[in-house]
């Protein structure tokens, strides 16, 4: 599995929160600004988003 491949799977508010917070390296409260919603927000969409990801297979494809 290739990280675009498990970005595709999330949905477009989970792919969007996680690309800002570390592709764009955004804190929670500038992608809470950028998308007009609370920090709370942004960590609840971070933490089911990675929760989503199946990070064991995600490590097997970047080793």
Known sequence: MTLTRALQQLSAEHREVLV?????DLSEAQVAAVL??????VKSRVARAIARIDT???RRAIS
Request: zero cysteines.
């Open 20 to 24: 800002l917070r570390f592709v764009a």
């Open 36 to 41: 007009g919603v609370p920090a709370g927000t």
């Open 56 to 58: 064991e297979a995600l």
